[in-house]
């Protein structure tokens, strides 16, 4: 939304609030329920007319044109009719097919945990960038931080800083705020910091804490809020390669084949789950679950609950990455296709299984509600609709090389390339 359509929303909204307090008459219970009721005149009075007497259908057709944003963070608070009119699921569903015509969620969703009204946003807003990003996105390449392959990417603070980690054994702090077309790469570079003394192999981050997986065994902490300043460090017996970082836990995949669970307030060792024959190269969890995907072909499911493994699915090929959110499991795997496990109930069923054109491994994925991105090695980054049968947005190339990992936040992608750059895009509108 431009800064030139602000004021005229402000003025709309408060007119809709004037005349919210104008009116006298009440909607009735039927238009209020009930968004199948044929179109009826509109009453006879004496007052002027204004949105309040509109039957409930054709107001439903003026919000179908305004943004979904606006709809939910304004309209819905002008009066109690119309906070009761946007807030069903009915209508942002109807408005979803209007963009895709497929399954939404590909996994049934329960509607009392879900946000429809939310999802629809993000999927117009996604649709809306991707599908011609060369027009609505501005690409950088920060090519100056490093001298070895870039192999994982982190953005924080809502997309306004990236960390990059390399082989070079550092990691680069970026303020993409300082990007623009007429400076060079060098003015967004914050800092560099010899992060370990093997590859940084992966990264993540929960509240203001960043952790960083390296090749040297150890998994090193490292405050955001306090110049990236290292806060804590724990040792393995072997290369970490997948850390997920919680609340009061952090776990790691391992090329020893195992999953390090340590205990964040006193870096206590609490479990190694051994229940693959091969390194762990991705891993995911939840208060419920952990998901590991190994390079023996298959996904473990550990019951955090119960204490044990629950399953152990066998994949055609080894999976190298996964997002696990929404109620839905995706997994990148080494022949280029993509599989949606259902988590629901603890089944962890293979449901769909995708070839979406990629000629490498994919090396990154992520799952969020208005779209799917992957990045492989055959060079391109590729971006999905969120709906069953999955269809492509666009391919993205930019004279890409291997792509190595991948980040997703606010409308910004980072990507990590062999060729010792890190890829940025980001809305023109930024």
Same mark, same amino acid.
């Given at each position: 939304?431009?800064?030139?359509?602000?004021?005229?929303?402000?003025?709309?909204?408060?007119?809709?609030?004037?005349?919210?307090?104008?009116?006298?008459?009440?909607?009735?219970?039927?238009?209020?329920?009930?968004?199948?009721?044929?179109?009826?005149?509109?009453?006879?009075?004496?007052?002027?007319?204004?949105?309040?007497?509109?039957?409930?259908?054709?107001?439903?057709?003026?919000?179908?044109?305004?943004?979904?944003?606006?709809?939910?963070?304004?309209?819905?608070?002008?009066?109690?009719?119309?906070?009761?009119?946007?807030?069903?699921?009915?209508?942002?569903?109807?408005?979803?097919?209007?963009?895709?015509?497929?399954?939404?969620?590909?996994?049934?969703?329960?509607?009392?945990?879900?946000?429809?009204?939310?999802?629809?946003?993000?999927?117009?807003?996604?649709?809306?960038?991707?599908?011609?990003?060369?027009?609505?996105?501005?690409?950088?390449?920060?090519?100056?931080?490093?001298?070895?392959?870039?192999?994982?990417? *982190? #953005?924080?603070?809502?997309?306004?800083?990236? /960390? @990059?980690? +390399?082989? &070079?054994? !550092?990691?680069? $702090?970026? =303020?993409? %705020?300082?990007?623009?077309?007429?400076?060079?790469?060098?003015?967004?570079?914050?800092?560099?910091?010899?992060?370990?003394?093997?590859?940084?192999?992966?990264?993540?981050?929960?509240?203001?804490?960043?952790?960083?997986?390296?090749?040297?065994?150890?998994?090193?902490?490292?405050?955001?809020?306090?110049?990236?300043?290292?806060?804590?460090?724990?040792?393995?017996?072997?290369?970490?390669?997948?850390?997920?970082?919680?609340?009061?836990?952090?776990?790691?995949?391992?090329?020893?084949?195992?999953?390090?669970?340590?205990?964040?307030?006193?870096?206590?060792?609490?479990?190694?789950?051994?229940?693959?024959?091969?390194?762990?190269? *991705? #891993?995911?969890?939840?208060?419920?679950?952990? /998901? @590991?995907? +190994?390079? &023996?072909? !298959?996904?473990? $499911?550990? =019951?955090? %609950?119960?204490?044990?493994?629950?399953?152990?699915?066998?994949?055609?090929?080894?999976?190298?990455?996964?997002?696990?959110?929404?109620?839905?499991?995706?997994?990148?795997?080494?022949?280029?296709?993509?599989?949606?496990?259902?988590?629901?109930?603890?089944?962890?069923?293979?449901?769909?299984?995708?070839?979406?054109?990629?000629?490498?491994?994919?090396?990154?994925?992520?799952?969020?509600?208005?779209?799917?991105?992957?990045?492989?090695?055959?060079?391109?980054?590729?971006?999905?609709?969120?709906?069953?049968?999955?269809?492509?947005?666009?391919?993205?190339?930019?004279?890409?090389?291997?792509?190595?990992?991948?980040?997703?936040?606010?409308?910004?992608?980072?990507?990590?390339?062999?060729?010792?750059?890190?890829?940025?895009?980001?809305?023109?509108?930024?």
């Amino acid at each position: 939304m431009t800064s030139s359509e602000k004021p005229l929303q402000s003025s709309f909204t408060e007119t809709l609030r004037q005349l919210s307090i104008e009116t006298e008459d009440q909607p009735n219970e039927e238009e209020e329920n009930d968004l199948n009721t044929s179109l009826s005149p509109i009453p006879t009075t004496n007052e002027p007319l204004h949105l309040l007497v509109l039957p409930t259908e054709i107001l439903l057709v003026i919000v179908g044109f305004l943004d979904p944003k606006f709809v939910i963070g304004k309209l819905s608070l002008v009066c109690k009719r119309f906070h009761k009119l946007v807030s069903q699921d009915a209508i942002w569903k109807m408005r979803i097919k209007k963009t895709y015509t497929g399954q939404y969620p590909v996994i049934a969703v329960d509607d009392g945990n879900f946000d429809w009204g939310q999802a629809c946003y993000q999927i117009e807003k996604d649709c809306s960038l991707w599908s011609n990003y060369k027009e609505n996105m501005d690409f950088y390449s920060l090519n100056c931080g490093h001298i070895a392959s870039v192999d994982s990417v *982190c #953005l924080l603070q809502n997309g306004d800083i990236c /960390v @990059s980690g +390399s082989r &070079d054994r !550092t990691m680069n $702090v970026w =303020d993409l %705020r300082k990007l623009s077309k007429t400076t060079k790469a060098e003015s967004a570079s914050v800092k560099s910091i010899q992060a370990h003394k093997g590859w940084v192999w992966s990264m993540t981050s929960f509240d203001n804490i960043l952790c960083s997986a390296s090749w040297d065994c150890w998994l090193n902490f490292w405050d955001i809020e306090a110049d990236f300043q290292k806060v804590g460090q724990l040792r393995g017996s072997s290369a970490f390669l997948c850390p997920v970082l919680q609340k009061d836990v952090v776990m790691s995949g391992s090329y020893d084949k195992q999953i390090y669970m340590y205990d964040r307030r006193t870096d206590a060792l609490i479990s190694k789950l051994h229940h693959h024959k091969k390194p762990v190269l *991705c #891993l995911s969890a939840d208060e419920h679950y952990i /998901v @590991s995907g +190994s390079e &023996d072909n !298959t996904i473990g $499911v550990y =019951d955090r %609950r119960a204490n044990r493994l629950l399953k152990k699915i066998k994949m055609e090929a080894f999976p190298m990455s996964m997002s696990y959110s929404n109620g839905q499991l995706w997994t990148g795997l080494r022949n280029g296709e993509i599989n949606v496990l259902d988590p629901t109930y603890g089944k962890f069923d293979i449901v769909q299984n995708y070839n979406i054109g990629h000629n490498g491994k994919i090396t990154g994925i992520t799952n969020n509600t208005g779209c799917i991105i992957t990045a492989a090695t055959d060079k391109t980054l590729k971006v999905l609709s969120p709906c069953h049968p999955v269809s492509e947005l666009t391919t993205i190339d930019e004279q890409l090389q291997e792509l190595t990992d991948l980040h997703y936040l606010n409308g910004v992608l980072a990507c990590g390339c062999s060729d010792f750059t890190c890829g940025i895009w980001r809305p023109k509108s930024f």
